[in-house]
Nanobody, 121 residues
Framework: LLVESGVGLVRSGGSLRLSCEAS????????MGWFRQAPGTEREFVVV????????IYEEAVQARFTITKDYAKRTMYLQMDNLKPEDTAVYYC????????????????WGQGTRVTVSS
């Protein structure tokens, strides 16, 4: 089970942090990451982090602005989003899968319900 939180409306240039709490069986065994889907578009990969938290892969458009972290005590993954832009407006999905590659390519086993982020210009 993946439960996201952090829905928000922010101005361009602002910051927002999304959270994703995972059940123990998911958090202890899988890579985790985020996808997003803007209105009228396909879901797109945002970022993935390994089970151990040692490696990350970011989509190029967010690499300098977003940071993914994990809190193992809380079984929670975070996405810190800074310098937000209107094009970051989307529903963000927490995802998890056994391998980084499966998460990155949209073949994650587990998907959260999505949380909406709106960035106004």
């Amino acid at each position: 089970l993946l439960v996201e939180s952090g829905v928000g409306l922010v101005r361009s240039g602002g910051s927002l942090r999304l959270s994703c709490e995972a059940s123990v069986d998911i958090f202890s065994k899988n890579a985790m990451g985020w996808f997003r889907q803007a209105p009228g578009t396909e879901r797109e990969f945002v970022v993935v982090i390994t089970l151990e938290g040692h490696d990350t892969i970011y989509e190029e458009a967010v690499q300098a602005r977003f940071t993914i972290t994990k809190d193992y005590a809380k079984r929670t993954m975070y996405l810190q989003m800074d310098n937000l832009k209107p094009e970051d407006t989307a529903v963000y999905y927490c995802v998890s899968g056994l391998y980084m590659s499966s998460v990155q390519t949209g073949r994650a086993t587990y998907w959260g319900q999505g949380t909406r982020v709106t960035v106004s210009s």
